[in-house]
T-cell receptor, first 111, second 113 residues
């Protein structure tokens, strides 16, 4: 699976949008971009995934650049409960493949 | 719809004992994955099972660790003759099909005395 690069940490104000970047310059055509988050002492939580089109669900939006070499996870109205480590992962399509977690980005939402 | 259930949440063992960690996948999910998170480290894949079959065990230590997912009942991760270095959080995830998103349980925290 392709490697991803994320900043170590970022913060944002409560109620504002949080934009979390991810670089995956070596991504292959059959690899999806997945986002998970891990709130302290809990298991990872699935957020969203996409191949090349932008995606939106009740939790977040995923914006993937046209060349697919980077993406941004957007939490439209961050709350204190969104403070967590966010993982950007690329995963081969259709394969029964594992998730390869990196160090992720620590998002701190401040009041 | 209940999520992935792991038990126990916390397990304490002495060196040399056996540890059994259980995982009940979400209803309708027949694919199970186990991951380990050592203190201050990221999650690492251990093994992937699909009802009675081990599909990928490339992340499993060669000795003392085994996993099963019987036709009936939960998936079990078994660690024999535990050592201090086995202290970690062990997470289980499940999916309905291998290529679909995995959903995680809240883990078992294993502590070795």
């Amino acid at each position: 699976d392709a490697k991803t690069t994320q900043p170590t940490s970022m913060d944002c104000a409560e109620g504002r949008a949080a934009n979390l970047p991810c670089n995956h310059s070596t991504i292959s055509g059959n690899e999806y971009v997945y986002w998970y988050r891990q709130i302290h002492s809990q298991g990872p939580q699935y957020i969203i995934h996409g191949l090349k089109n932008n995606e939106t669900n009740e939790m977040a939006s995923l914006i993937i650049t046209e060349d697919r070499k980077s993406s941004t996870l957007i939490l439209p109205h961050a709350t204190l409960r969104d403070t967590a480590v966010y993982y950007c992962i690329v995963r081969v399509t259709g394969a029964n493949s594992k998730l390869t977690f990196g160090k992720g980005i620590t998002l701190s939402v401040r009041p | 719809n209940a999520g992935v259930m792991q038990n126990p949440r916390h397990l304490v063992r002495r060196r040399g004992q056996e540890a059994r960690l259980r995982c009940s996948p979400m209803k309708g999910h027949s694919h199970v994955y186990w991951y380990r998170q050592l203190p201050e480290e990221g999650l690492k894949f251990m093994v992937y099972l699909q009802k009675e079959n081990i599909i990928d065990e490339s992340g499993m230590p060669k000795e003392r660790f085994s996993a099963e997912f019987p036709k009936e009942g939960p998936s079990i991760l078994r660690i024999q003759q535990v050592v201090r270095g086995d202290s970690a959080a062990y997470f289980c995830a499940s999916s309905p099909k291998g290529e679909q998103p995995q959903h995680f349980g809240d883990g078992t925290r294993l502590s070795i005395l």
